[in-house]
T-cell receptor, first 114, second 111 residues
Framework: GAVVSQHPSWVICKSGTSVKIECRSL??????MFWYRQFPKQSLMLMAT?????????EQGVEKDKFLINHASLTLSTLTVTSAHPEDSSFYIC??????????FGSGTRLTVV | DAKTTQPTSMDCAEGRAANLPCNHS???????VYWYRQIHSQGPQYIIH???NNETNEMASLIITEDRKSSTLILPHATLRDTAVYYC????????????FGTGTRLQVTL
């Protein structure tokens, strides 16, 4: 079946530094990937749509200069949280689709900014 | 994408069937009904989807009303491992069609 790998599973970083999260489709090619953010006890909020070979499409209210997305190949998308602050602490999840069976999600990355 | 309405929470005894309802009264003709679940601190997991016919797989059954304005996800024999938040989502087909999550139903399976 379709597998999406996300790395790292958790990361702690200092305020002001940048953090990169990787999302890989292991057994299929994904021209489109999605990035979500989830705060405790809340639902998933779509941040952006990552498009292979072109610019990402960001949802309203999401700062594109703060959340840099790169989708340089058909199997890899990265999300970089730049100049991270404590309010960026959250659970970040990526997903990609394969055929008619809906999307497969990564296991998520828990980011803690201290 | 059409919006969905789900109860905030439900309880179910282990071994019994869990019936999770979802209202999607503004669903369009080309929109599918998808169900995902999220176990605590994990990424969502696909369960099942359908357009207008009832569907069944190894995880669950999906019952869609004839007017397609509502649906029910059925877990036939709930176990403790089925405790999760269940999301009902309607979307058009296609891998570039984004998924928008609502608040979902928190299902608690108890002994």
């Amino acid at each position: 079946g379709a597998v999406v790998s996300q790395h790292p599973s958790w990361v702690i970083c200092k305020s002001g530094t940048s953090v990169k999260i990787e999302c890989r489709s292991l057994d299929f090619q994904a021209t489109t990937m999605f990035w979500y953010r989830q705060f405790p006890k809340q639902s998933l909020m779509l941040m952006a749509t990552s498009n292979e070979g072109s610019k990402a499409t960001y949802e309203q209210g999401v700062e594109k200069d703060k959340f840099l997305i790169n989708h340089a190949s058909l199997t890899l998308s990265t999300l970089t949280v730049t100049s991270a602050h404590p309010e960026d602490s959250s659970f970040y999840i990526c997903s990609a689709g394969q055929g008619p069976y809906g999307y497969t999600f990564g296991s998520g990355t828990r980011l803690t900014v201290v | 994408d059409a919006k969905t309405t789900q109860p905030t929470s439900m309880d179910c005894a282990e071994g019994r069937a869990a019936n999770l309802p979802c209202n999607h009264s503004t669903i369009s003709g080309n929109e599918y009904v998808y169900w995902y679940r999220q176990i605590h601190s994990q990424g969502p997991q696909y369960i099942i989807h359908g357009l207008k016919n009832n569907e069944t797989n190894e995880m669950a059954s999906l019952i869609i009303t004839e007017d397609r304005k509502s649906s029910t996800l059925i877990l036939p024999h709930a176990t403790l491992r089925d405790t999760a938040v269940y999301y009902c989502i309607v979307r058009v087909d296609g891998t570039a069609s984004k998924l928008t999550f609502g608040t979902g139903t928190r299902l608690q399976v108890t002994l």
